[in-house]
């Protein structure tokens, strides 16, 4: 992930001008960026303050990686949603949750106390299973190997006990494979042959983008 020059001005300086991995310490910058956002006192470092999925959102659009953000209001509005891509949830998180079992289904006992409130992706749906997938940011000793799942009864259940979803309009990077030398002379050949057989400029088969599709032009 590159971060560009002016990105890294309006981040106030989190995130320097250059290229990141996507990991836990990225994680932890964009959690920082993200406390100085959002509509809560204080900051990380030094305050573990929390933050929120608005908080998140304005983090990734600093960033130039999201160009807007809506919010689901609802589990079918939620699922429309991830057709697109990741959400981010808010809930409150009891204490049972800090547990999961073999398969990383995450232990959602109502009866036992409120631990806090949680921040945390869900990348999709199961349909098999009739649970969300989720990465969490607490290592890979959660879960399995830091992968964990809720069922649908449960997400619905913490929803309605005041949670919220956040939906980022991400801003992907192209994965176009940009031609290099033996592409553009590939090309050039192609046409000459084709010139030279009289071969229609309907029929010839077009270049990929950005690669020169006869010499001289």
Do not use: C
Not at 86 to 103: H, K, N, R, Y
């Amino acid at each position: 992930m590159t971060i560009t020059a002016p990105a890294a001005a309006a981040s106030q300086n989190v995130f320097a001008a250059r290229t990141y991995d996507l990991d836990e310490d990225f994680a932890l910058l964009l959690y920082e960026l993200a406390t100085r956002l959002d509509a809560f006192a204080g900051q990380y470092p030094p305050t573990d303050t929390g933050s929120s999925g608005l908080g998140v959102v304005k983090a990734l659009q600093v960033l130039g990686l999201a160009s807007t953000y809506t919010h689901a209001f609802s589990v079918a509005a939620l699922n429309s949603a991830l057709q697109a891509g990741p959400v981010i949830v808010g809930t409150v998180w009891l204490e049972s949750m800090f547990e999961t079992d073999a398969e990383g289904l995450i232990n959602v006992d109502r009866s036992t106390a409120v631990a806090g409130g949680h921040e945390y992706e869900i990348t999709g749906f199961d349909v098999s299973t009739g649970r969300y997938k989720l990465p969490q940011s607490w290592g890979s000793r959660y879960g399995v190997q830091g992968w964990a799942s809720l069922a649908a009864a449960d997400l619905a259940w913490l929803l309605r006990h005041q949670g919220d979803v956040t939906v980022p309009a991400l801003v992907l990077a192209s994965t176009a494979a940009r031609p290099d030398a033996a592409d553009r002379a590939l090309a050039a050949a192609y046409e000459n042959w084709a010139t030279a057989h009289r071969v229609p400029t309907a029929h010839r088969v077009p270049a990929a983008p950005g690669v020169l599709t006869a010499p001289g032009i």
